[in-house]
Each structure stands twice: as structure tokens, then as C-alpha cells.
């Protein structure tokens, strides 16, 4: 039974990590926090291959699911497996207000990996729901 269970959880363990391989890059929101008037919120980001360049269209909705926000988010370059910090600050946003960021698409991509898959994204937040 346990031998079981163990073969169980290393091909669910599997099956993430070749999931978050196979994709363009891997987003997740670390953390959102007021500033005076602006909401700054920060993610963390790593790709398996180099990117030169990422830009996604990214949309906010409030904590009632109305749309509050449709922005560009510059992550810049992402070089290969290197853990990267990106900050975004969001005048005239209340952070408090924030229920959910939706990565809408990519609206520009530099490098080979760009003709890969999709953007793995989460949230460390439970406050905040992160989609793509």
C-alpha cells in the first residue's frame, strides 16, 4: 500500500515539474501591497529557455469580478532557469480591491522559446486568484 501511494505521489510530483517545464515561462504572484496610491504588486518568474522579451496583456478584476484594469506587464528578460523578481506599480489602484489577475495573452515574446506552450501561473495568495 505504501509502495503504492509513493509511486502515486512521484507521478503526480512528475507531472508537475513537466508541466511547469513545457511552458514559455512560469508566473506567480509573491505578493500585492498598498503604497499610497498605488497597488504594487510583485511576481516571481523563471523559464526554462531564454527569453529576451516578455510582455503579457494582463487584467485585473476586482473582488466583485468587474474588470478594473486591462494593462501590459514588461517582464523583461528571463534568462534560461534563472529565478527573477518583477515589481509592477499600479497608480490609482487600491490593492484591497484586487480579486483576481487574468494573464489575458502575450503581447510580445522575444526568443526561441516563444514558439512554445502557454504560461504556467499561481498565486501564493489566497486573497488573489492568478489565471492564464
Do not use: Y
Not at 15 to 21: F, L, N, V
Not at 56 to 68: I, R, Y
Amino acid at each position: 500500500m505504501m509502495r503504492a501511494l509513493s509511486c502515486a505521489t512521484a507521478l503526480i510530483l512528475a507531472a508537475a515539474s513537466a508541466k511547469a517545464e513545457d511552458a514559455l515561462a512560469t508566473l506567480e504572484l509573491n505578493t500585492i501591497e498598498q503604497r499610497d496610491q498605488t497597488c504594487r504588486i510583485t511576481f516571481t518568474a523563471r523559464a526554462p529557455q531564454t527569453i529576451q522579451k516578455l510582455v503579457t496583456e494582463t487584467v485585473l478584476f476586482d473582488t466583485n469580478g468587474t474588470v478594473s484594469l486591462f494593462t501590459l506587464f514588461d517582464f523583461g528578460e528571463l534568462p534560461e532557469q534563472k529565478f527573477r523578481v518583477r515589481q509592477f506599480d499600479l497608480p490609482g489602484t487600491e490593492c484591497a480591491s484586487v480579486g483576481r489577475i487574468l494573464f489575458n495573452g502575450v503581447d510580445t515574446c522575444a526568443g526561441a522559446a516563444c514558439e512554445s506552450a502557454p504560461l504556467s501561473v499561481g498565486s501564493r495568495l489566497e486573497s488573489v486568484e492568478v489565471l492564464g
